[in-house]
């Protein structure tokens, strides 16, 4: 059944002359009489008894009535909803640890001032994890921070990011990695994008005396005060520490570990328009924030 169908239904529960309703819903007398013999087919049942020109609801007609019309109302209302607001709806989103901590928190709330009718869900897991539920359609879009290419991915830079190498100790002059892959290595855990950017640079040189792994970013930063400490980490993540000269970038020779930021989606996805705000708005926003860096 549709609910044009339904309305004229309604129309004629009020109204039981044809000519009368086909008149004022614009429609051929024969057009209508069709919408209600197609509900009709549809239910298995009559719904209204023939009298002349006339139909009469019978008792099926009056129970169909009582039952749906509430609901009727409430589809037409949502329907005129979505015609008016065209930016609304529930977005499902997941984010790697850096955007999603350091990022991502502020322009939601920015994007939710901007359009009242939206509701975004967020959870924060590892790339690993985000491009599994991608994959499986389980999420509308994710952030990541790590390399993908997969049939069934859409791939979009949003940003760019730069890891660097931090401690509490301060290096006067740039060292070379040999001379600091046996100090203590705190490092993000398996599957983080971060961790594996800063191995996959070093290449040969990534056989580092990894102490301790971490998913989060406090218990990393709190743990570089003890003695020849060190990570690498997202600049976004330090950058008032470095400021407040609570940690100190530690410059390493012939290194640069710079990664891009992605905006993923599956490419099944329909783009509705609240998707495509809030891509356009994530764009903007995160260049704003980068030159602020």
């Known amino acids: 059944m549709t609910l044009k169908e339904l309305e004229l239904f309604y129309a004629l529960s009020e109204n039981q002359n044809v000519s009368d309703v086909a008149k004022e819903k614009g429609l051929s007398q024969s057009a209508v009489s069709l919408a209600i013999k197609s509900l009709e087919k549809d239910l298995g049942e009559k719904l209204f008894d023939r009298i002349g ?18 609901h009727f109302l409430a589809l037409t ?32 709330f920015d994007f939710l001032e901007k359009y009242s009718f939206v509701n975004i869900y967020k959870e924060t897991q590892n790339s690993k994890n985000i491009i599994k539920n991608i994959i499986e359609g389980k999420i509308d879009i994710g952030f990541i921070e790590t390399e993908i290419e997969h049939e069934n991915i859409i791939k979009e830079k949003i940003g760019e990011d ?16 040999d001379n600091i892959k046996n100090k203590k290595w705190i490092l993000r855990e398996q599957g983080s994008g971060t961790r594996e950017i800063f191995l996959k640079t070093l290449g040969k040189y990534n056989n580092l005396n990894i102490f301790m792994e971490f998913s989060g970013f406090i218990e990393i930063k709190s743990l570089l005060k003890n003695k020849d400490t060190l990570t690498c980490i997202s600049k976004y993540a330090v950058i008032n520490e470095l400021k407040e000269k609570k940690l100190f970038e530690v410059k390493l020779k012939n290194f640069k570990f710079k990664r891009n930021f992605y905006l993923i989606y599956n490419k099944n996805k329909y783009k509705t328009k609240l998707f495509n705000e809030f891509y356009n708005f994530i764009k903007k926003e995160i260049n704003c924030i980068a030159l602020n860096i």
Request: aromatic residues 12%.
């Open 53 to 70: 020109k006339k139909l009469i609801l019978n008792e099926r007609g009056r129970i169909f009535k009582e039952k749906t019309f509430n």
């Open 77 to 108: 209302d949502f329907q005129k909803f979505f015609k008016k607001e065209k930016i609304s709806g529930n977005l499902k989103i997941m984010t790697s640890k850096t955007i999603g901590t350091f990022i991502i928190p502020q322009i939601i």
């Open 162 to 177: 730069e890891l660097i190498v931090v401690s509490a100790e301060k290096y006067e002059k740039e060292v070379f990695i």
